[in-house]
């Protein structure tokens, strides 16, 4: 029987109970990567730390100048602009903490086979770029659009279906100015580098990074509701196969701690020594405000109140939080809980769906504290 | 019982026969990350894509100008140096393709249980800094000098053993100039990043990445040979855990070719359309000048003669390599060999040891060539 292109995939599947990550899944865990944890630390992610995950290769670019957007469809005058033509007319400047919609996959039970996120799918940087609704109102929107489809150029097969990336935003999202959606050609006041869409790529403050189109070639508006792959296959949240499922939209809330102390090196158990720690942490949501932190030191018995840090003006970043605990010897297990202006908060338990999206169960860190006793080593 | 440091590490181990990966590998593989294989295509590795490996956190660096590089022990001037004393020396650049000891690791059978590698643990930049020697020369080693031993910020808990990550050369090594050993402050023109060491690390050209102590603050000679737990316990080849074993060093010889074509999301299986296809890829080793790179494409039944780009001067820096396929419908194997002038070569059954250190075994890439046939959906 002749083999197809189809059969380089396999469906998407969920693990038996017990089952450890396979080698497919540390393929896509070893390209990919997370933001260590520690550095939550810093407001703006250094280049490297901030998340990344691309679903096939990182596209060549062996020529930024010759790269061109197109923007077609139904519109009055299509464009095609080079990353010089679109830095000569007016730019934003955005602080965005991006989260991928996976994030927490990786702890879900039974766990969806995919990329395998722990909690780290994450970072936070500045965007620049033109906002979309100019360059939209430049081509001049027909009045029968309804959805804007952008693509990137990266290429590959996924659940069967060969495809170049691409994502729909409904028109009223694209146009709107709440969030301001940017393509965008900056990444904290330098070029975008490669992974993360060099030299365009699309920002839409407050949605997972599924949103977030990289390596941007193209902008079609559709007078139809887009029903590509990562539309309407993948990106749904649905409890069966055949089921549509809802759409995964904006980022809920989460609150992550900074892992304090020092780690063992192979469980990443915490160690810390008796008295005063200063936990830290931040927490964001893409759907409202952040309202509040909660903290547990006691894996979820006791809450208290953490301390947010004044609102800098950056509505779509992060916010740092701190609570002031005081470590006695033993086990413990950190917990930190958010919740934003809307009422969204954090389960406790998993909020399971079969893609592993948008799952913002609350972390839990466990911390050592040793009893400083003569005996003991330290 | 009372519990102890220890109890939060569990002593090393290997998986049994199919046992998957688990939550302790996974949070080590989502917080560090290897080099996409595309990212082959640069010379210099993009920030951000150079593979990374931290034992414990990144220290938390909050004043670099702060930062104290102390040089004592069996010398007759101590020494403490700031970063911009180390910049108003003479300097040397390097160009230096790094590699991770654990590099394959994850392709082991038993697998040992540790960072998760599978062959990306790679990446290749330019490192600035002051010859070692130098440093050494200026504070004036004691003939009863034996070893050099450098230490790193970074502290935690590995094996029950609480430590700062430390690791020694001999002082032949330190003082030699072939390779001319670094202590810098740059990497690809600008500052370390933090996770690359940030303010100082020390660079060592052709060993493994334990060697290069990163957040390097105190340099001390000896007269003992060092035997801390990087250097006598981890980082040995041995078969059994009592053994001794042998120390590992050098980089053994490795190629790798730049996937062709596109993948599929899950199983990162390549495609390819038939017809001419350029095989490109890197080679290199920390052990001798690279003298040959052999490719099969039919899973090592046959081999060819890759072509290497012509020696750049970049001694210590990754060849290109390139070979020109014509690709045929149906699954193909493709393998890259590397070979160095002193002979040593990659095998292509597993070099087994009980830490996975310096395995070279050959890299296998899976290649689907689709039938061009009416009924295909490409």
């Known amino acids: ?33 997370g933001l260590p944890l ?27 100048a010759a790269w061109r957007l197109t923007v077609r469809g139904r519109v009055r005058r299509a464009l095609s602009l080079s990353v010089e033509q679109l830095r000569i007319r007016p730019s934003v400047t955005t602080r965005l903490t991006m989260e991928c919609a996976g994030n927490g996959r990786a702890l879900l039970s039974p766990r969806p086979v995919s990329q395998p996120w722990l909690v780290e799918a994450v970072g936070t940087a500045d965007w620049t770029g033109v906002p979309l609704r100019l360059l939209l109102d430049e081509a001049g929107v027909e009045p029968d659009a309804v959805d804007v489809v952008f693509t990137g150029a990266d290429h590959g097969v996924e659940r069967g279906v060969e ?78 196969t055949e089921e549509a499922g809802e759409p995964v939209t904006r980022i809920a809330p989460r609150a992550l701690v900074i892992p304090p102390g020092f780690p063992d090196f192979m469980s990443r158990t915490r160690v810390v020594a008796p008295g005063p720690v200063l936990l830290e942490g931040r927490a964001w949501s893409g759907r409202a405000a952040v309202a509040s932190v909660q903290v547990s030191t006691d894996g979820g018995r006791s809450w208290h109140r953490a301390e947010l840090e004044p609102d800098q003006g950056h509505r779509w970043a992060w916010r740092r939080w701190s609570y002031r605990w005081s470590a006695v010897p033993g086990d413990h297990e950190l917990i930190a809980r958010a919740r934003d202006e809307a009422g969204n908060t954090q389960p406790l338990e998993q909020p399971w769906n079969r893609g592993g999206f948008a799952n913002n169960r609350v972390q839990r860190v466990p911390v050592f504290c040793p009893d400083p006793g003569p005996t003991d080593p330290t």
Request: proline fraction near 9%.
């Open 38 to 64: 520690e550095a939550m630390r810093y407001d703006v992610t250094p280049p490297g730390l901030h998340y990344v995950l691309t679903h096939y290769d990182i596209p060549h670019v062996p020529d930024a």
């Open 163 to 240: 495809q170049d990336y691409q994502r729909g935003l409904s028109l009223d999202i694209a146009t709107g100015d709440r969030p301001e959606v940017l393509v965008a050609y900056g990444m904290n006041g330098a070029p975008l580098p490669p992974q993360h869409g060099s030299p365009l790529r699309l920002v839409v403050p407050g949605w997972y990074g599924m949103a977030q189109v990289k390596w941007l070639r193209d902008i079609t508006v559709v007078d139809t509701p887009f029903t590509g792959f990562q539309q309407s296959v993948a990106y749904r949240i649905k409890q069966e």
């Open 1 to 33: 029987m002749r083999r197809r292109l189809a059969d380089v995939s396999t469906p998407a599947r969920l693990a038996s109970s017990g089952e450890g990550l396979g080698r497919d899944e540390l393929a896509l865990a070893a390209r990919n990567h």
